[in-house]
């Protein structure tokens, strides 16, 4: 999938293509990374090259879905950079439970859910999951399917056991899961204020505020273009002096909005609003 | 070491504005060997791809700097690439360069076992720098760099591997050789000599 070359030409002919067509927006993903997708999408579905590409999209629907699914990059895992999970732990969220009780998180850019069970994991273990309210979002459906079911490889359990030990996890992460046919099935009821929905954050507008609002590893896939808006819409998300914690190799400070942000922990890039 | 400041035996003619560096096992003190004896005031931005743990984000590069006589440092994503400075590719990220000379990560599956792949290193750079780039592909155990290597020489940079018999595992160089034409084939010490007349060429 390294081998082939997409002309930057080409790529403009498939984001034109899909945003007339399906009304999604690739115009500002980096250019880079997206140009790797496309090529392992040709790769995947032996197509010569970029023009069967775009015959096919132009015709096809329901391959547009698969394509949405295959050009996103769902690699996750539990309790990733752990010592990230012992700041909220320690630090963010006793902070925001000083001035409200309740609270809420939204996790843009879910992904299969890892995340999400991460942080209610958390929660529980501090004894204050009925007390928070979770939205988790993701752009791609069919991987918002596999959140919601969350039946993970077994395989894939061994580095999430490892993040949660590092992490300092209370107890064994066996104890939120079930082993069966090879998946680990995580226990339902720690999602049970979790929505998970549909969002695109190129296109979506701010839906609710937020205490704090997690978006890691998914701005890395955009470009400098991009991510000012999206981070503006962060901002509008936010409540003021509200948290937003990005992936640990990211950073604010090239985006147009910092200075309405502070830094809160740069190790693990927590920022705090501070300004409407 | 004894730098000839009449003719390089090197084509140093081309105002190169990188230089990628890729190594996996038994690169480590080939690596710091080069760190440790760089000039301070070494101009062209070195980047590094070096096959390290996916779970330890840190220790890596605190090592490398123990000896180094530059820092080392690992970028984040959109940092612009700068003169004088020195990257490595961070744990469990690819490392790419953008138009703009730009730096942007990405969390997408391994290539070649590795994450960070030197492949996507050597090619994003080779995309964006063209002939402007020097590849260094060191001792290593699997075949990642090759494909990037190619990708340089094809865009008229520099090829450069470590000198086969002297690496611990020679997987890495020998697949690069395989895969494409190499300008030049030396050992750690005439690496050195190679950045050293870079150097001197540039000031
Ligand atoms: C690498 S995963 C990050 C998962 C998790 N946050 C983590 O750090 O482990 C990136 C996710 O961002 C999602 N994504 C990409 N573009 C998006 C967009 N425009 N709107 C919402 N989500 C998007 C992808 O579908 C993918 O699931």
């Given at each position: 999938?390294?081998?082939?070359?997409?002309?930057?030409?080409?790529?403009?002919?498939?984001?034109?293509?899909?945003?007339?067509?399906?009304?999604?927006?690739?115009?500002?993903?980096?250019?880079?990374?997206?140009?790797?997708?496309?090529?392992?999408?040709?790769?995947?579905?032996?197509?010569?090259?970029?023009?069967?590409?775009?015959?096919?999209?132009?015709?096809?629907?329901?391959?547009?879905?698969?394509?949405?699914?295959?050009?996103?990059?769902?690699?996750?895992?539990?309790?990733?950079?752990?010592?990230?999970?012992?700041?909220?732990?320690?630090?963010?969220?006793?902070?925001?439970?000083?001035?409200?009780?309740?609270?809420?998180?939204?996790?843009?850019?879910?992904?299969?859910?890892e995340e999400v069970y991460s942080m209610a994991i958390v929660l529980e273990e501090m004894g204050i999951l009925d007390n928070v309210k979770i939205v988790a979002t993701d752009i791609d459906h069919v991987i918002l399917d596999k959140a919601r079911e969350a039946r993970y490889h077994i395989k894939n359990m061994e580095v999430n056991k490892k993040n949660y030990t590092t992490f300092g996890g209370l107890y064994?992460?066996?104890?939120?899961?079930?082993?069966?046919?090879?998946?680990?099935?995580?226990?339902?009821?720690?999602?049970r204020n979790v929505e998970f929905r549909e969002q695109n954050l190129v296109t979506g507008s701010a839906f609710s505020k937020f205490d704090l609002i997690l978006c890691r590893n998914v701005m890395i896939y955009f470009n400098q273009t991009l991510q000012n808006q999206v981070l503006r819409?962060?901002?509008?998300?936010?409540?003021?002096y509200a948290y937003l914690a990005i992936g640990s190799k990211e950073s604010l400070i090239w985006c147009e909005l910092a200075n309405k942000f502070i830094v809160v922990n740069n190790e693990e890039k927590i920022y705090k609003k501070i300004r409407d | 070491m004894n730098i000839s400041l009449t003719k390089s035996k090197y084509n140093l003619n081309n105002q190169y504005k990188a230089i990628v560096i890729g190594g996996s096992a038994g690169s480590f003190q080939v690596i710091s060997k080069i760190l440790q004896n760089l000039p301070e005031d070494f101009q062209v931005p070195i980047i590094m791809c070096l096959h390290r743990?996916?779970?330890?984000?840190?220790?890596?590069?605190?090592?490398?700097?123990?000896?180094?006589?530059?820092?080392?440092?690992?970028?984040?994503?959109?940092?612009?690439?700068?003169?004088?400075?020195?990257?490595?590719?961070?744990?469990?990220?690819?490392?790419?360069?953008?138009?703009?000379?730009?730096?942007?990560?990405?969390?997408?599956?391994?290539?070649?076992?590795s994450r960070p792949a030197i492949d996507i290193t050597f090619m994003t750079a080779a995309y964006?720098?063209?002939?402007?780039?020097?590849?260094?592909?060191?001792?290593?155990?699997?075949?990642?760099?090759?494909?990037?290597?190619?990708?340089?020489?094809?865009?008229?940079?520099?090829?450069?591997?470590?000198?086969?018999?002297e690496c611990l595992i020679d997987t890495m160089p020998t697949s690069a050789l395989k895969e494409t034409a190499i300008d030049y084939t030396l050992t750690t010490d005439e690496i050195l000599d190679f950045l050293n007349q870079l150097h001197y060429h540039y000031v």
């Amino acid at each position: 999938m390294l081998q082939q070359e997409i002309e930057i030409s080409e790529l403009r002919l498939i984001t034109d293509l899909i945003k007339q067509k399906y009304d999604y927006d690739f115009g500002n993903y980096a250019m880079s990374s997206f140009k790797r997708r496309v090529a392992r999408v040709l790769e995947l579905y032996k197509m010569e090259g970029v023009p069967t590409l775009l015959r096919r999209l132009d015709i096809d629907a329901k391959f547009f879905k698969e394509f949405l699914a295959e050009i996103t990059v769902n690699v996750t895992e539990m309790f990733r950079d752990p010592t990230f999970w012992v700041e909220l732990k320690t630090h963010i969220i006793p902070h925001i439970r000083q001035n409200n009780e309740n609270f809420s998180i939204w996790h843009a850019g879910c992904s299969s859910g890892e995340e999400v069970y991460s942080m209610a994991i958390v929660l529980e273990e501090m004894g204050i999951l009925d007390n928070v309210k979770i939205v988790a979002t993701d752009i791609d459906h069919v991987i918002l399917d596999k959140a919601r079911e969350a039946r993970y490889h077994i395989k894939n359990m061994e580095v999430n056991k490892k993040n949660y030990t590092t992490f300092g996890g209370l107890y064994n992460l066996e104890n939120y899961y079930k082993e069966e046919s090879g998946k680990a099935v995580m226990d339902q009821n720690l999602v049970r204020n979790v929505e998970f929905r549909e969002q695109n954050l190129v296109t979506g507008s701010a839906f609710s505020k937020f205490d704090l609002i997690l978006c890691r590893n998914v701005m890395i896939y955009f470009n400098q273009t991009l991510q000012n808006q999206v981070l503006r819409l962060f901002h509008e998300s936010l409540h003021k002096y509200a948290y937003l914690a990005i992936g640990s190799k990211e950073s604010l400070i090239w985006c147009e909005l910092a200075n309405k942000f502070i830094v809160v922990n740069n190790e693990e890039k927590i920022y705090k609003k501070i300004r409407d | 070491m004894n730098i000839s400041l009449t003719k390089s035996k090197y084509n140093l003619n081309n105002q190169y504005k990188a230089i990628v560096i890729g190594g996996s096992a038994g690169s480590f003190q080939v690596i710091s060997k080069i760190l440790q004896n760089l000039p301070e005031d070494f101009q062209v931005p070195i980047i590094m791809c070096l096959h390290r743990l996916k779970d330890v984000r840190n220790g890596f590069v605190e090592a490398l700097n123990i000896k180094s006589a530059k820092l080392i440092e690992e970028p984040e994503d959109k940092e612009q690439i700068r003169k004088g400075k020195i990257y490595l590719a961070p744990a469990n990220y690819h490392l790419g360069v953008e138009l703009g000379n730009t730096f942007t990560i990405s969390t997408e599956g391994m290539f070649n076992n590795s994450r960070p792949a030197i492949d996507i290193t050597f090619m994003t750079a080779a995309y964006v720098f063209r002939n402007k780039l020097i590849g260094i592909l060191l001792s290593g155990a699997n075949k990642d760099g090759a494909l990037g290597m190619k990708r340089i020489a094809e865009k008229g940079g520099l090829t450069i591997i470590q000198e086969p018999s002297e690496c611990l595992i020679d997987t890495m160089p020998t697949s690069a050789l395989k895969e494409t034409a190499i300008d030049y084939t030396l050992t750690t010490d005439e690496i050195l000599d190679f950045l050293n007349q870079l150097h001197y060429h540039y000031v």
